[in-house]
């Protein structure tokens, strides 16, 4: 499984992103990450195959959505509200499996991240 992550960008606190994360085939639970400068890899959100069932991490909820089109193979992050500590490179990942994960060991496949910069 092939995953390609977009729509990164520069962007001033209080604003909006939205990521999408595109598989070259249907996949299982999906999630994103992020990775700060200096910081080690932070889970963001995941989803389950479906769509049905999503997780977050406390520090994202109530600002982060996941959601995925199945028919196009495709996960997104809407991210609003966005603060300087947002700032990273968020990576998405899909399972071989089923069962959401906040543990980035348990993914299998990785895309290659896009930058998000928030300014104050």
């Known amino acids: 499984v092939q995953l390609q992550a977009s729509g990164g960008g520069l962007v001033q606190a209080g604003g909006s992103l939205r990521l999408s994360c595109a598989a070259s085939?249907?996949?299982?639970?999906m999630g994103w990450f992020r990775q700060a400068p200096g910081k080690e890899r932070e889970f963001v959100a995941a989803?389950?195959?479906?769509?049905?069932?999503?997780i977050y991490a406390d520090s994202v909820k109530g600002r982060f959505t996941i959601s995925r089109d199945n028919a196009k193979n495709t996960v997104y992050l809407q991210i609003n509200s966005l603060k300087p500590e947002d700032t990273a490179v968020y990576y998405c990942?899909?399972?071989?499996?089923?069962?959401?994960?906040?543990?980035?060991?348990?993914?299998?496949?990785w895309g290659q991240g896009t930058q998000v910069t928030v300014s104050s």
């Open positions: 989803i389950s195959g479906f769509g049905g069932s999503t």
């Open positions: 990942a899909a399972k071989r499996v089923c069962g959401m994960s906040r543990t980035w060991e348990e993914y299998d496949y």
């Open positions: 085939e249907r996949t299982f639970s």
